[in-house]
């Protein structure tokens, strides 16, 4: 079964349904629409749900609109939004990096 990770700070907003949709850059899982996967506590390395992929769709990252961001957390700019992905996947992040969006539903959680 495929997996996705996520920080701790995410799990509680997954297992209540306020996140929905995750950002993915550089990604190469082949993750697609009816895949179910396990979800994993970055820290921690335990699965803590299985979701169900609902959507997957890629942009650049100066083309997201704010509807991009209904099941996702908010940035205050593009220059936070940026520097939070340059964090994770280093300085070759730019706004015209592709993201990979995927929305997913929740199954059960373990």
């Keep these: ?64 609109e704010e509807k991009d961001f209904e099941g996702h957390e908010k940035y205050q700019s593009n220059e936070e939004m940026l520097e939070h992905y340059k964090k994770y996947y280093g300085e070759k992040v730019d706004m015209d990096t592709v993201v990979k969006i995927i929305d997913f539903k929740l199954l059960r959680s373990s």
Excluded: C, P, Y
């Excluded at 179910?36 to 506590?41: A, G, H, N, P, T």
């Design 1 to 64: 079964m495929k997996t996705l990770k996520f920080r701790h700070n995410l799990v509680k907003k997954i297992l209540n349904n306020s996140k929905t949709i995750t950002w993915r850059l550089f990604d190469d899982k082949n993750i697609q629409v009816g895949d179910q996967v396990e979800l994993i506590d970055w820290e921690s390395g335990g699965k803590f749900a299985e979701a169900e992929i609902t959507g997957v769709r890629e942009k650049k990252l100066g083309e997201i």
